[in-house]
């Protein structure tokens, strides 16, 4: 595909070397024989496969790495596995590994066909949407878990509702929305889908209200941006590092081995070393690791006395506007905004959680 806001692409176009490389056999064996030997016994690990798209190498590649995960898990660690994928190369021969090695399979989709064939065509400029809907389907037949990622671009944000109710009648019942990435030091909002904060509070309340009629009338379907908001007034953590305000989750090894903390901070200053030459525990212990992770745990001063401090934790620090001194969040005031909005059912749907458990 040629998706027109591809934020990974302007990450290495924006680094010295590419480094754009699909990951050979010897390479995943390393990576997976690195995680069991320094994994405590029963412990934890989730690979999660993206891209670009990960299904382009190819479905022998997939059984390569379950197969060898399998021979390296000596001390009973639990494994999970997650793929995001643009669902194109999904035929039936992947759904019934994804059904027998339960993947997670994230579907890419953009809310609405018109909005979606647009911004994410094929590589001959060719609309996606309905190969994504078979792939859907077929995840469906075969009893696979799935979700959906919308990426909410100016498009998207003007029509909420519709796209609300257009991924609903996929089927699916877990949803996530992330707000699109402008291009590395470019001025923010001047792209064809650039997405100004102004349009994102709207897209925001508006998907709330139709959420939460939903949720009233017993028809719930997960979104998840709110459920962690709704986990924060709880008083517990949320899913998402955009929502909780600590960055550090969990790192990224390139095709080529090289290693960095995010995938939003794909290059050259964040790159912490490769798999072939460092062990995960020392890549995880660096300077670069250890600064990194506690710039994104900052919260910006004049963030502190915000009455909203609690829910939106400074937010991504991919999304610091560079134009504001204080490098708050692009999108704050379409946060606050949107917690004024939808304060209160939101502490409504938190007393409810509480009360069930």
Not at 289 to 302: H, K, L, S, T
């Amino acid at each position: 595909m040629r998706c027109h806001y591809c934020f990974y692409r302007d990450e290495q176009q924006n680094r010295s070397t590419s480094e754009d490389c699909m990951m050979t056999l010897q390479t995943a064996e390393i990576l997976i024989r690195r995680c069991f030997a320094e994994l405590d016994q029963g412990g934890f690990v989730s690979f999660a496969f993206q891209g670009g798209e990960p299904t382009l190498a190819g479905l022998d590649f997939f059984r390569f790495f379950t197969q060898t995960v399998r021979k390296y898990n000596q001390k009973r660690v639990t494994v999970q596995y997650a793929i995001q994928t643009n669902g194109l190369a999904v035929a039936e021969e992947w759904a019934r590994f994804f059904r027998e090695e339960n993947f997670l399979v994230g579907i890419s989709l953009d809310g609405t066909p018109d909005v979606h064939d647009a911004l994410r065509p094929d590589a001959s400029g060719d609309g996606t949407w309905a190969r994504v809907m078979q792939t859907i389907e077929l995840l469906h037949r075969y009893g696979v878990e799935c979700n959906l990622l919308c990426v909410v671009t100016k498009q998207l944000a003007k029509k909420a509702e519709r796209v609300y109710k257009s991924m609903k009648a996929t089927g699916v019942r877990y949803l996530q929305f992330i707000p699109c990435l402008d291009p590395l030091g470019m001025p923010q909002g001047q792209q064809n889908y650039s997405l100004t904060p102004e349009l994102y509070a709207r897209f925001l309340c508006a998907l709330f209200d139709a959420w939460y009629r939903d949720w009233k009338t017993s028809t719930y379907v997960s979104v998840r941006l709110f459920e962690d908001y709704i986990h924060l007034l709880m008083g517990g953590p949320a899913v998402t590092c955009s929502t909780t305000g600590r960055c550090g989750g969990y790192m990224v090894v390139e095709g080529s081995g090289v290693v960095y903390p995010c995938d939003f901070f794909c290059l050259d200053a964040y790159k912490l070393g490769t798999v072939q030459a460092d062990t995960l525990h020392s890549l995880l212990a660096s300077e670069k690791m250890r600064v990194f992770i506690a710039d994104g745990w900052q919260i910006p001063a004049e963030c502190q006395p915000c009455r909203w401090v609690h829910l939106c934790r400074g937010g991504c620090k991919r999304d610091c506007d560079p134009a504001d001194k204080a490098q708050r969040s692009y999108y704050c005031k379409a946060l606050q905004k949107f917690f004024a909005y939808a304060e209160l059912r939101l502490c409504e749907m938190a007393r409810a959680v509480q009360m069930y458990r």
